[in-house]
């Protein structure tokens, strides 16, 4: 079975789906009977060099070449973005060819659209390369995790951030130092908003909680924090409780009420996530049946999104039937789904005082009267003007939290926030 | 959809899939459309009492009553063992029924029998649960890795002797307490043996490794040693040395030269599959386009093994054509395939000696005649009768070491070989 396949886009997935298709197309034949002609790619400038070269003719600036060529049975694309990739994407479906995409804006912005378009065309819609990269995390929830009714997932899903925080917990760096190095290194942004701000793990998590709870979690929905405030020094402070800090994307379901969420939290560092370094990227979650799952392997990278592009392909080009998401994948969420803003955690709150009598009968006057039961104090330092404390929580409602951290705030001895970070430790493994 | 099943057996993994059936009956029906009948389910003994109560008239002691049942598609086997579960499997593929089963030693011993009965009957035959429980590592080396070169698949597959090997590195209990300690909590069976001396790793890893390298690995070319000589000071010498002990399954591919070996190992405490405690189980493999890729879980244990089994029946159902493995499905391996009893890798050896003069020497001469290079060597202890030395080697061949130590052996101021053991600290993460 010959595949004639075409591509948007050419930069470093295109040649790194190029470079896979060339170096395993005997593996792929050998394994699965399929070969692959790339008959056009897409390219804004026909002049730009490019990192690997294609056959003459191949690459064409009109996307009608691609569109019109009834040799073309599916479609990757690597434009990256809303437009014009939603377009051509939607033509190309309704055209009934298949399309295989790393795009995960597009997708939790687009995807109602995008797959009543591939419903009506006839074709598949894939997009494994959207979430976690090369790591096989959404055909494992479609495709292997059928049986279950998965209640929590919990994501390192963005590699940049991770690479970070690692440089930050295990050398003490800052995190103006991290994220330069990071950027000389190739692996954040030269602007990394995207990236540190949260962005980019939210639009995956909108995907990964929508398939694992069945129901359509809209991005505008997924409560957002970066990690541009995060201090080697609130770092350290976790460490000594045993914590380890991750930007995770944290899911969670209890009968039709969801919660989404991205932000920085603590961990227990025996937890499977913990271990999760540098670029890699993982998921841990919990269903009813198969209990914990993790899944950890390369986030980013032009091989690893190849590798996960390369076999949406084979599989776009192999199905008899596509498959579509049967929840109800509304523009809107469905009326039946509450989205619950006002989630249940624990807390680490690092304030900075001022070391006077009563400032600590204050603050746990506050707490007690917003129903925040403390586990653990800690002062650290003694007989300077101002003194470090840190409070963890027990398990406690969000909007409680925030509104005793908003009166703490105003207390007169106080003289900064220095964090509130979530910490996640329910029993793991 | 209404999917008619069959039941093999009728005990521990039996009663889970049928509780899994029920509980998330709805969420099957809302995910995939499907909904499940279990029509019969054969039993040897009818007036045994079960832990689930079945519908009047479901359960049989007539393995024709399945067979001749037009009603019934896909069967489930969970009698275990080779005899008669295989005849059984056989029969029903041939009929064109097909047959999820979590049975690796009838995989590993009649894979190829099988899958002729089932590509003559137009049946599929899928194993997910075969291996790792819950983990869908089959699904993901089939259905997700297909545009890679696997070249090398690390497992910890078998939970009970993870569980013994935790008790032991954790809580400094000897092999002889761990296990009766595991046996109590029900983790061990009466007789150890299939766990203990590595029988049910190999199984597993024949069968991992075949899918993964494209090639039979037969369970006899599998080397296997078990974890029933391991002590806790060894252990605490390789944690001196930055080590964690896990009977690994082992598979490596050069070219067309497979090595598949079950045996205790030593990896660095920071590879991702040390974290990996008590009977959870984990697939670490690396593919030339994924990269380091690790699928963690619950390999054991009746809900996990239900929620592959009830994902195998649903792709069972409702699959227009079944997969059939392309490789060289012969009883006997491939010819072109070379099977390498001579591996590279490096070797920690622990040794008992008197505590003279010229007995390193010795010792050393011989490593050194046999091209075993030494990469650190600790005395334990001085001033006594004996002393324990511990070597570890730089990469060498496993026959190599293996007639060094035979030499060593013959010394005369050895005591004891306290222990050899493989080590794998490869570049990871």
């Keep these: ?27 792929i034949a050998h394994k699965e009977g399929t070969t ?20 003459d003719g191949v690459l064409t600036d009109r996307f009608e070449d691609i569109l019109g060529d009834p040799g073309i049975s599916v479609v990757a694309e690597f434009m990256g973005g809303v437009d014009p990739a939603c377009g051509y994407i939607e033509a190309l479906l309704r055209a009934g060819k298949s399309v295989v995409t790393a795009n995960k804006e597009v997708i939790a912005q687009r995807w109602h659209r995008l797959e009543t378009a591939a419903r009506e065309g006839g074709a598949g819609l894939y997009y494994e390369a959207s979430v976690g990269g090369g790591i096989p995390v959404i055909r494992t929830i479609t495709d292997s995790l059928q049986a279950n009714d998965i209640d929590s997932v919990m994501g390192i899903i963005n590699g940049t951030t991770n690479h970070i925080l690692t440089r930050m917990s295990e050398q003490g760096r800052s995190y103006d130092a991290a994220l330069r190095e990071a950027q000389e290194d190739g692996l954040a942004e030269p602007d990394p908003r995207n990236d540190v701000e949260g962005f980019d793990a939210a639009y995956k998590l909108s995907i990964l909680s929508s398939l694992a709870f069945h129901a359509r979690v ?3 929905r997924v409560y957002r924090e970066g990690i541009t405030r995060m201090t080697p020094e609130v770092i350290r402070y976790g460490q000594e409780l045993g914590y380890a800090v991750k930007l995770l994307a944290i899911g969670k379901k209890r009968g039709t009420s969801i919660e989404a969420r991205v932000h920085p939290t603590f961990i ?21 049946a198969v209990g914990n799952l993790m899944l950890y392997g390369r986030g980013a990278g032009d091989l690893p999104t190849a590798s996960a592009i390369v076999s949406d392909c084979i599989v776009a080009a192999k199905a008899k039937d596509h498959r579509y998401n049967s929840f109800r994948n509304e523009a809107r969420p469905a009326p039946e789904v509450a989205f619950d803003g006002n989630w249940q955690t624990k807390y680490f709150l690092n304030l900075e005082v001022i070391d ?24 650290k330092g003694y007989g300077t003007a101002t003194v470090p404390l ?6 406690t409602y969000e909007q409680s939290m925030l509104q005793a951290v908003r009166e703490i705030e105003s207390l007169p001895d106080i003289i900064e926030i220095k964090a509130l970070i979530r910490v996640e430790d329910e029993d793991s493994a």
């Design 1 to 27: 079975m010959n595949i004639g396949i075409g591509f948007l886009g050419f930069g470093h997935i295109g040649s790194g789906v190029w470079g896979v298709l060339n170096a395993n197309a005997d593996t």
């Design 36 to 55: 692959f002609t790339l008959r056009r790619a897409l390219v804004r400038d026909l002049r730009k060099p490019r990192a690997a070269a294609l056959p």
């Design 218 to 220: 809209p991005v505008d």
């Design 268 to 288: 227990p560092e025996n937890h499977p996530l913990a271990s999760v370094r540098g670029a890699y990227n993982a998921v841990f979650l919990h269903g009813n």
């Design 356 to 379: 006077r009598p009563g400032v600590l009968a204050a603050i746990a006057g506050i707490l007690a009267r917003r129903q925040v039961s403390v586990a653990s104090l800690i002062q």
């Design 390 to 395: 840190i409070f963890v929580t027990h398990q």
